[in-house]
């Protein structure tokens, strides 16, 4: 499942109030064990999130070579 900003924002808002459960995108309920669980599904979102929304590479190469030779 790709995590969405609605997903980021639930972690967020459980972090800022101090509580562990949070409703998912989807619907679900999760609970997390500690804080330091929090702050982790919170990293894993952002590079989620960072991940979806970066160029999917280059579609030519980035070096070149010419040849001049007769």
Known sequence: MALTQTDLDSINAAIA???LSIRSSDGKQVTYRSMDDLFKARAL?????AAAAAPAGR???RYQLADFSD
């Not at 979102?45 to 999130?49: R, S, W, Y």
């Open 45 to 49: 979102a952002e590079a989620d999130i």
């Open 59 to 61: 579609l030519y190469p």
């Open 17 to 19: 109030s101090g509580e």
